[in-house]
């Protein structure tokens, strides 16, 4: 990999840029897929290592388009405390990464790449870039819930979290064309000291999450649950030592192109990056549950 040395600036005007005010692009060395990485196997490592993951500084929650052409991730800055959502872009084969804002919710992009969620709000895109912040509405601006990340699905079916209320999570789905209310999803989901930070898969296939149980590797691990052919979501899969360490491991993602699952891992000095791995394993998961059923 070649290692760039960059400064990003940071956006100024509303609390989300449109491109009139987005910071300015810094141009990397970087080309080809992935930031140019080598893609990983079977073993985690460090995404991009020194240039989006970085040693001092706490990077979290990534999230691509489905041409691979942007992502978008947040930091904490080490020195300020504050959080800001990031984003590379490629151009010409070549990435350029900038400060989009200050950070709202843990940003995650829906499967058409179209709108970019935000908790309980969200931006669009639009011919200019992204609107300003927008909300979901009544039935998740409210104040008695804590809306940290929110994942859809390609049928428009939500995936969320709730800080608030005993740390559940929650779906809600979309039936004969109207969004139905958010429902906690069931107890062997919803178990242990707390659930949060929940990634659907675009099929609606499965779901996975991180949370802290008593049988877990010693931190926050990241669990799945495939979706059976009844609809019903199957027991919680802690997803192993292939990912789960004694560290903190959260906030899973899978690539659009399937190919890689991404998650942060938090140390305990505080600092957290994001790693990647291949995601066989989750189809090898996958089959394991099925043969035994």
Known sequence: MLKTTYCFLIATGSIFATSSIMAKEIATELQGPYLGQTPPG?????FAPDLLSTQKDREYTISFTPDLKELYFTRMDADTNKWWT??????????????LAPRVGRPT??????????????????DNGWSQ???????FDNK??????LSS?????????????GDVLRISEVQNGVRQAPKPLPAHINTGKWNAHPFIAPDDSYIIWDGERTEGF??????????????????ALNLGPTVNTGAGEAGGYISPDGKYFFFNRTTNTGNGDIYWIDSKFIKT????VYTKD
């Open 86 to 99: 990031m984003t590379y872009k490629q151009r010409n084969n070549r990435w350029y990464g900038s400060i």
């Open 153 to 165: 699905s390609s049928s428009g079916t939500y995936i969320l979290d709730d800080y608030k209320n």
């Open 109 to 126: 992009l829906s499967p058409d790449g179209n709108t970019l969620h935000l908790g309980n709000k969200y931006i669009g895109r639009t």
């Open 285 to 288: 998961l996958k089959s394991q």
């Open 144 to 149: 008695d819930w804590g809306i940290m990340r």
């Open 133 to 139: 912040v927008k909300s979901l509405g009544p039935m």
């Open 42 to 46: 079977k073993t985690a490592k460090v």
């Open 218 to 235: 010693g931190d926050t691990d990241l669990y799945i649950s495939f979706r059976k052919s009844d609809g019903s979501w199957g027991k």
